[in-house]
């Protein structure tokens, strides 16, 4: 019976919403320190290292997975203040994270493709999903009773998300017609227009144009074994090669899609936030909005590197250790939720026994 009894305590113990928050903040210290100390690229040509790239992989992947777990304690424990629906949205949006990132990684890592749809992202766009499905639920069961200077700043920070969203991940046709292109660019595409339309050549004639007008002929020998080592690192078999072919047409709407997705979840991050703020569960629901914080900013520089780097964009980035950052803040939310919803049970025991 001692044995039992101690086995029990020490699982307890172990499981205990202390420890659980001090390993989640030990995670997030390594995985920043991981990304501050060899984030910086080896040389232009040679980037970062094989072994990096798969460190920041464990790192996000294994934060989001603990996460998972310990929002679906939450969603199986009758108790929750918030309700169990909440956390079986985010539980879910975490594992689909969790299974995206893998994908993700396979695809990168494992086959050697950069493509701009692949089949992670249907986690991605699934993750929003129940993401935004658990929070609204949070705010729906909660009345929100908002004084007007709480509705300003829930409406200006939409807004600030609105604008910064538009600017980094606009196509530059697009901010060039809004006026927030770079003047260079701007130049770009009204002296391209009358060219195309003077000349009348085909699409696929006037982008080799434009290549050959940056130094590189199509008959270069250099730019030949260039492409020659890049497909000679792929190791895609047939498969995937066409799938990504088949895929990369709905690259325009999928970033659509997560650039909504990222304002919506930025509103009723703040709507919670503002909801919560001093109440009894204030400190987790505070958790859960600097989470979503944390996976706007990531999600708006990973945007900003890709329609930006023009080509040269790398996973693994420094500012990519917010998507850790997210998972982590996650988890301590529901960690915190589930300490105070048992707890606030078992004294209500205590003074009925009482």
Partial sequence: MS????????????LSAQTLVIAGIVWAVMALLFFLLFSVPLSAEEGLPLWYSIGTYIFECGAYFGAALVCFRNWQSPHMVSGRNVWLGIGLGMLFYFIAGVLFGIW???FGLDPDVSPADAFYLGSYVVLIGGMVVAVTSKRLNLEIWQWGLLAGIAAFGIAVAIWVAAPDSWRAQLGMAPAATQEELVTSAPATAATGRAPGLENSSKIQAKGATATDPASAVEEEEAAAEIKAPAWVMALDKQLAPHK???NLFYIVGDVFLLIIATALLLAFWGGRFSQSWRMIAAATFSLYI???YFKWRDTQAEGSYQSGSLLEVFFVFSAILFGIGAILEHDISTRSRQSRRT???A
Wanted: charged content about 25%; cysteine-free.
């Fill in 351 to 353: 003074r009925r026994a």
């Fill in 252 to 254: 325009n709407a999928i």
């Fill in 108 to 110: 990168e890592l494992y």
């Fill in 3 to 14: 044995s039992t009894s101690e086995k029990s305590s020490t699982s307890s113990s172990l």
């Fill in 298 to 300: 990531a999600d708006m």
